[in-house]
């Protein structure tokens, strides 16, 4: 995914990384195989760049939110793992809030990936409250203290 992030980065893609990879580049020592970006709905510019520059990856364009709500997860299997692109986070406010507080957190290889800040993370994992997400929880909440 570091190739991935590095075009995003490089060409100023709007992206938060939420989710599982967001809770191991907190520190916590955890197994998951998908990437949960969170991206601005609206942002119809954005998408179009990021269809772009994974052209060959994307079997189906990254598309708005449909008029009853369709296409706010979208899923893609690509070379570098599953990457689910997200227009909306259960228990996050806008993409521009979530991103005024974002924070970058550097991967075991020094690359600066971009996410959502740690208080953001606990209140989507609070709104989901899954078996995995309650450890995380707990996890993220000590450190926060």
Request: with cysteine.
């Amino acid at each position: 995914m570091d190739e991935v992030i590095r075009l995003f980065n490089e060409n100023k893609i709007r992206y938060l990384v939420f989710g599982g990879q967001a809770v191991r580049l907190e520190g916590m020592p955890r197994f998951t195989m998908d990437w949960d970006i969170f991206i601005p709905s609206k942002d119809l510019n954005n998408m179009q760049h990021i269809n772009k520059l994974l052209i060959d990856e994307l079997d189906l364009p990254i598309v708005p939110i449909g008029r009853h709500g369709e296409n706010i997860i979208q899923t893609y299997q690509t070379r570098w793992g599953v990457i689910q692109f997200h227009l909306a986070v259960a228990g996050i406010r806008s993409f521009d809030e979530a991103e005024k507080e974002s924070i970058f957190h550097d991967n075991e290889n020094g690359l600066k990936i971009k996410c959502i800040s740690r208080s953001d993370l606990i209140m989507s994992k609070k709104s989901v409250s899954r078996p995995q997400d309650i450890a995380d929880i707990e996890f993220l909440e000590i450190k926060s203290e």
